[in-house]
């Protein structure tokens, strides 16, 4: 398995395996049904929203994958089988009270907010309500929990294929972040559910607290939790370790 930089050939292949994982695995498949990922006009927006991702630039968000060799591959070809969005792009916030006096250095930094964070079509009808509380949710979550944070990178997106899930492909995309983070000096920020929490906790993540999706007309409410690790963290994270993983990555 390898980890490299998305291209456009790879955007229906990666707009499918996220809405396969997000209709199998809780919390998302609450707000996303089975019936709905083949959806003709889901797949094209979100098809839209990865390429809007890629034609950003490394600078402002990076589209990564996990593939499989042919060898590897139960298709005898190469297989993308895990990706992840990155928001790699910072700014400077204001201060988060009035009268403070205004801080230096990256104190002040936090990432920017996209179009590309609704991953809801938009005028989406009935079928689609419970996938839009989610979206808006998750902003929300963003804002209150990062959004006076040191400068960091922001994991979107993070989804393995249902048939791969528990092979370490997830993990190896977000130790990329890390080291993206690592070699920027910055911290990293995401919002996960059940099964990302226990993968991420043990990475050295933060928990900073419970994003809530309120519960609506058919679905429940679910918690969602705000990860962090800050910048010196990162820059802790046995370096040589990092180093050499994106040496490897970034062949």
């Known amino acids: 398995m390898k980890v490299r930089a998305a291209t456009d050939a790879d955007v229906p292949a990666i707009a ?33 929203v990865l390429r809007s991702h890629l034609a950003a630039g490394d600078e402002t968000s990076v589209v990564v994958v996990a593939e499989l060799s042919a060898d590897e591959s139960d ?20 201060p988060a009270k009035t009268g403070q006096p205004a801080k230096s250095d990256a104190a002040g930094c936090t990432t920017t907010y996209h179009t590309g964070d609704n991953w809801c079509p938009h005028d989406a009808g009935d079928d689609y ?88 007309q058919g679905y429940d409410e679910q918690i969602l939790k705000a990860l962090r690790m800050d910048a010196a963290a990162a820059q802790a994270a046995s370096p040589s370790v990092w180093d050499s993983l994106w040496k490897y990555i970034s062949s």
């Open 16 to 48: 499918a395996l996220i809405l396969a994982a997000a209709s199998a695995e809780a919390p998302w498949t609450s707000y996303l049904p089975a019936r709905l990922r083949r959806d003709p006009g889901l797949v094209q927006h979100a098809e839209t």
């Open 75 to 94: 298709r005898n070809r190469p297989e993308i089988v895990a990706a992840a969005v990155w928001d790699t792009h910072t700014s400077w916030a204001q």
């Open 129 to 216: 309500r419970k996938l839009s509380a989610l979206a808006d949710a998750m902003r929300q979550g963003r804002r209150r929990f990062f959004a006076v944070e040191e400068p960091h990178v922001y994991l979107r997106v993070l989804a393995t294929h249902p048939d791969h899930q528990g092979r370490g492909h997830a993990k190896a995309l977000c130790r990329w972040g890390v080291a993206l983070a690592r070699r920027k000096r910055v911290g990293v920020c995401l919002a996960t559910g059940s099964r990302g929490y226990i993968a991420l906790s043990g990475m050295g993540f933060e928990d900073l607290g419970a994003v809530v999706v309120p519960a609506g």
